[in-house]
Nanobody, 122 residues
Framework: QVQLVESGGGLVQAGGSLRLSCAAS????????MGWFRQAPGKEREFVAA????????YYADSVKGRFTISRDNAKNTVYLQMNSLKPEDTAVYYC???????????????WGQGTQVTVSS
């Protein structure tokens, strides 16, 4: 099992940047692919980005490609989401998730953090 805790959310103006972190407990973090999802009020949870267990492969939603970067540090049991050029439509609760294989579907992930709020003002 793995427990996930997100941090780094907050309020930022459009065009600004934030870096989210997701700290994982457990000695098997490096066995898991990691994903970031987000959920805005009244909307379904949507895929943002994912990274393979080694960090060698990354995947992005079209809406964030070129603006967001996912990375991981297996020595620190942490995955990051660097968000640049933020837009008001990026406002959502951001969740990290873990599973043995990456997927763009939240249904495929077994482990979730509690989420961190990101608000982008116009």
């Amino acid at each position: 099992q793995v427990q996930l805790v997100e941090s780094g959310g907050g309020l930022v103006q459009a065009g600004g940047s934030l870096r989210l972190s997701c700290a994982a407990s457990g000695r098997t973090f490096s066995s898991y692919a990691m994903g970031w999802f987000r959920q805005a009020p009244g909307k379904e949870r949507e895929f943002v980005a994912a990274i393979s267990w080694s960090g060698g492969s990354t995947y992005y939603a079209d809406s964030v490609k070129g603006r967001f970067t996912i990375s991981r540090d297996n020595a620190k049991n942490t995955v990051y989401l660097q968000m640049n050029s933020l837009k008001p439509e990026d406002t959502a609760v951001y969740y990290c998730a873990a599973d043995y294989f990456w997927s763009g579907s939240p249904l495929e992930y077994d482990y979730w953090g509690q989420g961190t709020q990101v608000t982008v003002s116009s």
